[in-house]
């Protein structure tokens, strides 16, 4: 399930770098830093030692999107800085525009069996921080709620 999640994410980024944020869609991400393959400013890993939550929304820049992650440059205080983000590092993809939310429960980049891995969770509103929305949190709908008995 975690890997159609990720393909979902893989889809809607890849759509974002070809045509843009369509409407009043953005997206809170957050993600392992200490993942072995996560590129960002030692700057960045150094304020943020276990996990990030970055916005994509009013300025980004260079959003490429392959089949094992994404990179895409941001602005921290007046200066881009890049950052190369697997797939398998993030651990929840929120867009509050739709009230649409995801999160990983686990994170065990050694498991292979996709049976094994712990289901997925409504995702939690994200903790205020710089990176954080400052107002109007967005309501998180379980996907559960949509399924059919």
Request: glycine letters at 6%.
């Amino acid at each position: 399930m975690h890997r159609a999640m990720r393909g979902l994410i893989q889809q809607v980024l890849t759509r974002v770098a070809a045509e843009g944020l369509p409407g009043k869609h953005h997206f809170f991400i957050t993600f392992d830093t200490m993942h072995p393959d996560v590129e960002i400013a030692d700057w960045l890993s150094d304020r943020y030692p276990g996990e990030m939550t970055i916005v994509i929304q009013h300025w980004f820049d260079n959003l490429t999107v392959t089949d094992e992650g994404f990179s895409v440059t941001l602005n921290f205080g007046d200066s881009p800085e890049p950052l190369y983000i697997p797939f398998d590092a993030i651990r929840t993809f929120v867009d509050p525009s739709v009230e649409f939310g995801l999160r990983f429960e686990n994170q065990d980049d050694d498991e292979e069996d996709a049976d094994e891995e712990a289901p997925m969770q409504e995702m939690a509103e994200p903790e205020d921080d710089d990176e954080a929305p400052k107002k109007g949190a967005a309501q998180v709908v379980s996907l559960d709620s949509f399924r059919k008995s």
